[in-house]
């Protein structure tokens, strides 16, 4: 269990974004279908997925037959937490208020800090 909280968490990491949407949309799915349940969520956006963490951009994100991206990261927000990469985000151009609000920006050392809690399951897409 998570020290912090007594239960089991996920860590959800998107590392893609318009690039490869289907792979994109899987990991939103997965996050979403986890804080729906109950689970304690960690979206980890990083590489071209920041992008879907500034103003207009995960609404704008259409792939057929999928629930829409900005209803999803809407739902972890109020669940869970949602982090985009620092570096992934510096290297785009984008700082802490080109998020909408409760996007936290954070580094590696927090992505590793936190994967390596104790009851922790972590997928990548």
Not at 23 to 48: D, K, M, N, P, Q
Request: net charge negative; aromatic share 6%.
């Amino acid at each position: 269990m998570n020290a912090s909280t007594g239960r089991r968490s996920l860590v959800v990491t998107v590392t893609v974004g318009e690039d490869a949407r289907e792979r994109c949309s899987e990991g939103f799915t997965v996050a979403a279908a986890a804080a729906s349940a109950g689970v304690e969520v960690l979206l980890w956006l990083s590489g071209e997925a920041v992008w879907l963490a500034t103003p207009g951009r995960a609404a704008a994100f259409d792939l057929a037959h999928a629930a829409p991206l900005d209803g999803m990261l809407d739902l972890v927000l109020g669940a869970g937490t949602v982090t985009a990469c620092h570096q992934c985000a510096t290297r785009r151009g984008l700082g802490a208020t080109d998020f909408v609000p409760g996007v936290e920006l954070s580094g590696a050392s927090s992505y590793v800090e936190q994967i390596l809690e104790p009851d922790t399951q972590v997928v990548v897409y």
